[in-house]
T-cell receptor, first 113, second 108 residues
């Protein structure tokens, strides 16, 4: 069974631009969550989606947004990119919102110049 | 103070040694996860615990809910165990909060 797939894997953007990252969860998984990983802050929770609804959001500015489609695929968007947004963005999926094992994608490496 | 504290931050061991990584947390949790991250980014879930102890191969994870503490043990460590090990707790609102990670290097 295919794992969590994230695209693109690597991208370089300029300050002020916007970016959209995509995540395809494991088939049958309905919960998708997003995380930001930086050397300084480590892993931080961005948001969680279940049944096309955002259920939780971490402490990030409104420039960070996302959505989930009816097939559970999810996208996250960052607008007006800042240098500090350079990070590894990880998506994870699980069966549902209960106490389940989480499966991570390989991540999208974003560099803002 | 972080909600999830891991120790040590860095750990170097010789092949074959017994390794322990500790995780303490300060919030109420529904589950605790131990994760492994190799260079390049990919994260693998090793264990999910809500009580007691779990074992998988050479890895053992324990949790003490009353003391808000968990440990990850690696028996007979091997160079391929070299990675960052991350403790993460899931609170009642389903958010995951992560420790800073423990960088483990196992020398042959």
């Amino acid at each position: 069974k295919a794992g969590v797939t994230q695209t693109p894997r690597y991208l370089i953007k300029t300050r002020g631009q916007q970016v959209t990252l995509s995540c395809s969860p494991i088939s049958g998984h309905r919960s998708v969550s997003w995380y930001q990983q930086t050397p300084g802050q480590g892993l931080q929770f961005l948001f969680e989606y279940f049944s096309e609804t955002q259920r939780n959001k971490g402490n990030f500015p409104g420039r960070f947004s996302g959505r989930q489609f009816s097939n559970s695929r999810s996208e996250m968007n960052v607008s007006t990119l800042e240098l500090g947004d350079s990070a590894l963005y990880l998506c994870a999926s699980s069966l549902d919102r209960g106490v389940n094992t989480i499966y991570f994608g390989e991540g999208s490496w974003l560099t803002v110049v | 103070k972080n909600e999830v504290e891991q120790s040590p931050q860095n750990l170097t061991a010789q092949e074959g040694e017994f390794i322990t990584i500790n995780c303490s947390y300060s919030v109420g949790i529904s589950a605790l996860h131990w994760l492994q991250q190799h260079p390049g980014g990919g994260i693998v879930s090793l264990f999910m615990l809500s009580s007691g102890k779990k074992k998988h191969g050479r890895l053992i994870a324990t949790i003490n809910i009353q003391e808000k503490h968990s440990s990850l043990h690696i028996t007979a460590s091997h160079p391929r165990d070299s990675a960052v090990y991350i403790c993460a707790v899931r609170s009642g609102d389903y958010k995951l909060t992560f420790g800073k990670g423990t960088l483990l290097t196992v020398n042959p």
